[in-house]
Nanobody, 126 residues
Framework: QLQLVESGGGLVQPGGSLRLSCAASGSTLDYYVIGWFRQAPGKEREGIAC????????YYAGSVKGRFTISRDNAKNTVYLQMNSLKPEDTAVYYC???????????????????WGQGTQVTVSS
């Protein structure tokens, strides 16, 4: 079955950049739509960057739009989240998630995704 493992999190100063990776195994990501989510302390998990049913369609939360970019490398079976101009409020556990492409139209919300990684901590502090 599909398994997802996030990596690349860590401590970064405000204004810095970080690239998260989500490595898939057990199945090819060709069959899935992928999204990135995060959960800050005491807050609900939120969608921040998701592919549409086609990879040329992307959705971003207003809080990260223009700063974060979702991408994928099918040859490596890996999805990335490039994070630039990081702010303290970006501090959270970041998760990648997948949903079968056959599901049809979905929103960039946690309940619409079936498969999840364990998360990677991102801390932005001065």
């Amino acid at each position: 079955q599909l398994q997802l493992v996030e990596s690349g999190g860590g401590l970064v100063q405000p204004g810095g950049s970080l690239r998260l990776s989500c490595a898939a195994s057990g199945s090819t990501l060709d069959y899935y739509v992928i999204g990135w989510f995060r959960q800050a302390p005491g807050k609900e998990r939120e969608g921040i960057a998701c592919f549409g049913r086609s990879d040329d369609i992307t959705y971003y939360a207003g809080s990260v739009k223009g700063r974060f970019t979702i991408s994928r490398d099918n040859a490596k079976n890996t999805v990335y989240l490039q994070m630039n101009s990081l702010k303290p409020e970006d501090t959270a556990v970041y998760y990648c998630a997948a949903d079968p492409i056959t599901t049809g139209q979905r929103m960039c919300i946690p309940n619409d995704y079936d498969y999840w990684g364990q998360g990677t901590q991102v801390t932005v502090s001065s």
